[in-house]
């Protein structure tokens, strides 16, 4: 059994920057495929970023790419996503995922394919 625990988030303004950060226990964390998603209000959960189990791959949406940065530490059991020139349109509850498997083509970007989930951390970006 795998728990996360996410922290970070805040109150920003549009332009700023916030380092997301998810705490792994249980399981072996070095095969865990890890990834980010949120939710916005009144919105269905959407993928972010993740990141395979070396960190050697990453896979963002199209609205975060060159914005965001997912990384691991797999000595640490740490995952991170760096979100610089943050948007109003990023605000919302930030969810770390992972997943004792590697997922198969659109299925990273899939939240059913993750098996464990963080609490969420609230990202909110004002103008």
């Known amino acids: 059994q795998v728990q996360l625990v996410d922290s970070g988030g805040g109150l920003v303004q549009a332009g700023d920057s916030l380092r997301l950060s998810c705490a792994a226990s249980?399981?072996?964390?070095?095969?865990?495929?890890l990834g980010w998603f949120r939710q916005a209000p009144g919105k269905e959960r959407e993928f972010v970023a993740a990141?395979?189990?070396?960190?050697?791959?990453?896979y963002y949406q199209d609205s975060v790419k060159g914005r965001f940065t997912i990384s691991r530490d797999n000595d640490r059991k740490m995952v991170y996503l760096q979100m610089n020139s943050l948007k109003p349109e990023d605000t919302a509850l930030y969810y770390c995922?992972?997943?004792?498997?590697?997922?198969?083509?659109?299925?990273?970007?899939?939240?059913?394919?993750?098996?464990?989930w963080g609490q969420g951390t609230l990202v909110t970006v004002s103008l």
């Open positions: 995922a992972a997943d004792r498997h590697t997922p198969v083509g659109r299925s990273w970007y899939n939240p059913g394919e993750y098996e464990y």
């Open positions: 990141i395979n189990w070396n960190g050697n791959r990453a």
């Open positions: 249980g399981g072996t964390f070095s095969y865990l495929s």
